[in-house]
T-cell receptor
Framework: QKEVEQNSGPLSVPEGAIASLNCTYSDRGSQSFFWYRQYSGKSPELIMSIYSNGDKEDGRFTAQLNKASQYVSLLIRDSQPSDSATYLCAPNSGYSTLTFGKGTMLLVSP | EAGVTQSPTHLIKTRGQQATLRCSPISGHTSVYWYQQALGLGLQFLLWYDEGEERNRGNFPPRFSGRQFPNYSSELNVNALELEDSALYLC????????????FGPGTRLTVT
C-alpha cells in the first residue's frame, strides 16, 4: 500500500514569512515528485516537479528531495495571502499513477 | 495554449442511473487520467488511458469504466450510481506517459441523490 503523509494543518504564517511544507512517502520506487496547489472548490494546479535529490528553485518556490529519507518538501518564500490554499504532494512510482497525500492547508495572514 | 477541458461542470443524477463525464486533453498530450476527489478522502486514482488503451486502473469497482477516442479525448462512465459516488471527478493529461507531469482540468462535480 503506497502511502503519502502530509501534516493536514492548517499551517499559519504571516505575510512575508517562509512557509515550509513537508511530505513523506512509503514507495521507494518513486522516481518523480510533484507539488500541486489547490484552492477551495478548484482543481489542483501543478507548481513544482522534482526528479533528483537536492533542491530545485522556481521563483518563490523551492522543492527539496531526499530519496534516502523518502522525504520531499516545498518552501515558499515571501508568502502572500494569495498562497493560502491546500498543497498536495504526489510521488509517481511509475506506471503513471500519482499517489496523492491529503494535503496541507496553508493560511497566510496579512 | 488551451488547458484540459471537462464537461459538464455539474451533473446531478439519481441513485441507480448512469453518468458520463467527458475530458479533452491539452493539445499534443496522449495520456489521460481520471481521479476522484470525494470529501475528506483526497484524490484517488481511477483510470489511465494512453493511445486509446486502458493502461492502469485504481481500486474502484468495474462499474467505473471509460474509453479514449482517436483524438485522445476521453469519457468516464459510472454505472449504477451510488450515493457515495458523489465527488469531484478530475481529468488530467500528460505529454509523456509514465512519469510525465500531469495537468488537471477544472473537474466535474457529480451529485447523486
Amino acid at each position: 500500500q503506497k502511502e503519502v503523509e502530509q501534516n493536514s494543518g492548517p499551517l499559519s504564517v504571516p505575510e512575508g514569512a517562509i512557509a515550509s511544507l513537508n511530505c513523506t512517502y512509503s514507495d521507494r520506487g518513486s522516481q518523480s515528485f510533484f507539488w500541486y496547489r489547490q484552492y477551495s472548490g478548484k482543481s489542483p494546479e501543478l507548481i513544482m516537479s522534482i526528479y533528483s535529490n537536492g533542491d530545485k528553485e522556481d521563483g518563490r518556490f523551492t522543492a527539496q528531495l531526499n530519496k534516502a529519507s523518502q522525504y520531499v518538501s516545498l518552501l515558499i518564500r515571501d508568502s502572500q495571502p494569495s498562497d493560502s490554499a491546500t498543497y498536495l504532494c504526489a510521488p509517481n512510482s511509475g506506471y503513471s499513477t500519482l499517489t496523492f497525500g491529503k494535503g496541507t492547508m496553508l493560511l497566510v495572514s496579512p | 495554449e488551451a488547458g484540459v477541458t471537462q464537461s459538464p461542470t455539474h451533473l446531478i443524477k439519481t441513485r441507480g442511473q448512469q453518468a458520463t463525464l467527458r475530458c479533452s486533453p491539452i493539445s499534443g498530450h496522449t495520456s489521460v487520467y481520471w481521479y476522484q476527489q470525494a470529501l475528506g478522502l483526497g484524490l484517488q486514482f481511477l483510470l489511465w488511458y494512453d493511445e486509446g488503451e486502458e493502461r492502469n486502473r485504481g481500486n474502484f469497482p468495474p462499474r467505473f469504466s471509460g474509453r479514449q477516442f482517436p483524438n485522445y479525448s476521453s469519457e468516464l462512465n459510472v454505472n449504477a450510481l451510488e450515493l457515495e459516488d458523489s465527488a469531484l471527478y478530475l481529468c488530467a493529461s500528460s505529454q509523456l506517459a509514465g512519469v510525465g507531469e500531469q495537468y488537471f482540468g477544472p473537474g466535474t462535480r457529480l451529485t447523486v441523490t
